[in-house]
């Protein structure tokens, strides 16, 4: 009896490895080369009892609602170098679904920020508290045309937006920065700004009046109203970018108490009154209870949906998503690099990737889609981007930036549910697709090829990995 046992299990592996292995997909970027499909046969099924890492397809996590870039000034106008098929091309790989990066949600200012042609808000009117001048004639363009081409390959583009600056008659110091410029950026490049305009991080430099949040909250609802016009639909806004960073560029600071009455009694009711959803960010310090303000008051939650990330305050989103594991969470700003887009900034990126997901994070997002080569900003900061424009010969490539965020964008989709994982190794981020298919995205940060064994559902599998190399492989 033990004998036919025993066949019977050997025969019914056999059976498993020819009938029904699962369909495998495998690609694989290195410094040398970027988005090489490989040999599934390199993929093997096994039989084990022990694995170098366990996926739980048990208890899945966080819903993935999508991966994202953001629409800036200086985007398009890289982009616009470019011939139109070039163009074109560039568009539908990020945009169009199951081609390339299958960018879902995506952000946009609401004005100026850091990579604009320069500072401009959408009323300079002093003392227009009834907005009768406001216009988008600006973005007209370049950000109108450039989500209108995005919108082309995909019409059901999540887009939401924050400003960087209200208009420089609403805040104490009338300007559109905050601070001087510093070391840190070409000082070739100048704001203008007086030492009697300085700011400072922890104080309001918004005016704090009922009559300039009223226009404010309207100021947002004409944005809306008139995207709509441009049959331009803004999902969601955030009601400022990096509301403690003191910046030589648009930035004003608030503090959360400033932002909360702002939210509860004028920006909330405006953006429900419109059908907009509205997030609370972007938190860019590592403290949660600045987000606890918001969250915990019963005027401003009511309205608050989620909270949005970036730069430090990645380290106050284990906490928020602890203290709120309801409350939906968003990347909203790739930390920007040097302008040089390196291999080393592509690892760090993928380590900001595994922390923000392995955190609860539902939406990962890049900021700068297109720079042109050294990637300056008007204000003198050179930053990376995922294509960089050549304005000589008018061509383009896309970064080792752009290859790690597609290892992940382009085979989990939304609805994915992040896997959480255990075991020695640990430098993966596994996923369940609605069609029940599982990716598991690998980097071996080893100058030597490694071996893993991992056990996710009902597969065994072992895969060589090549030196210092990304893999997604997805199963089913």
């Known amino acids: 009896m033990k004998n036919i046992t025993f066949i019977l299990s050997l025969l ?18 290195t410094a040398e080369s970027s988005w090489e499909s490989q040999n599934v046969d390199g993929v ?24 994202g870039t953001c629409f800036n000034e200086l985007g398009w106008t890289s982009l616009s170098m470019l011939s139109d098929a070039d163009r074109e091309a560039v568009m539908k790989e990020l945009f169009e679904p199951g081609t390339g990066a299958n ?15 320069n500072w401009y808000s959408y009323n300079e009117t002093d003392g227009d508290f009834e907005m009768k001048t406001f216009s988008i004639d600006n973005d007209r363009e370049t950000l109108i045309p450039f989500i209108k081409n995005a919108l082309k390959y995909n019409p059901a583009i999540r887009l939401w937006a924050s400003p960087w600056s209200p208009p420089v008659w609403m805040k104490y110091n009338k300007h559109y920065a905050c601070a001087p410029m510093s070391d840190f950026f070409d000082q070739s490049y100048q704001n203008n700004i007086k030492p009697e305009q300085y700011g400072r991080e922890g104080t309001n ?3 704090q009046e009922d009559a300039y949040f009223k226009a404010y909250a309207l100021y947002f609802s004409k944005f809306i109203e008139a995207y709509r016009k441009e049959n331009i639909s803004i999902a969601m806004v955030m009601p400022q970018n990096e509301f403690n960073s003191c910046q030589p560029f648009p930035s004003c600071t608030w503090l959360s108490s400033g932002l909360n009455k702002f939210v509860g009694e004028y920006l909330g009711p405006a953006m429900k009154e ?34 949005g990330f970036q730069w430090a305050g990645k380290q106050a989103i ?7 594991p309801n409350i939906k969470l968003y990347q909203t700003e790739q ?7 390196s291999w080393k900034a592509c690892c760090y990126a993928w380590d900001l990737m595994k922390h923000y997901l392995n955190n609860g994070t539902n939406t990962y997002e890049y900021w700068n889609t297109s720079l042109e080569e050294g990637g300056m900003s008007r204000w003198g900061w050179r930053q990376n981007s995922l294509v960089t424009v050549n304005k000589e010969n008018k061509t383009y490539r896309y ?13 989990v989709l939304p609805g994915a549910q992040r896997l959480a994982t255990s075991g020695e190794f640990s430098n993966l981020l596994a996923f369940k697709n609605t069609d029940n298919s599982y990716v598991l995205v690998i980097y071996n940060d080893k100058d030597t090829e490694i071996k893993p064994s991992i056990k996710i559902g009902e597969y065994n599998i072992s895969v060589v990995l090549k030196p210092d190399s990304f893999n997604t492989i997805v199963i089913g």
């Open 12 to 29: 019914c592996g056999f059976l498993f490895s020819c009938n029904n292995k699962p369909s495998v997909q495998w690609v694989v970027s």
């Open 44 to 67: 093997e099924f096994v039989n084990a009892n022990t694995f170098d890492v366990e996926v739980d397809v048990l208890n899945p996590k966080q819903t993935i609602e999508g991966f």
């Open 103 to 117: 960018f879902t949600v995506c952000r946009m200012p609401a004005g100026a920020n850091d990579f604009s042609r």
């Open 205 to 207: 430099m918004f005016i």
């Open 274 to 307: 419109l059908g907009v959803e509205l997030m609370f960010g972007t938190v860019e310090r590592p403290d949660p209870a600045m987000v606890d303000t918001l969250l915990q008051d019963p005027k401003s939650s009511k309205y608050i949906t989620g909270v």
């Open 318 to 324: 284990s906490a928020i998503h602890k203290n709120y």
């Open 335 to 341: 930390e920007c690099g040097n302008g040089q887009n």
């Open 399 to 411: 970064t080792y930036e752009y290859y790690v965020l597609k290892h992940l964008s382009h085979y």
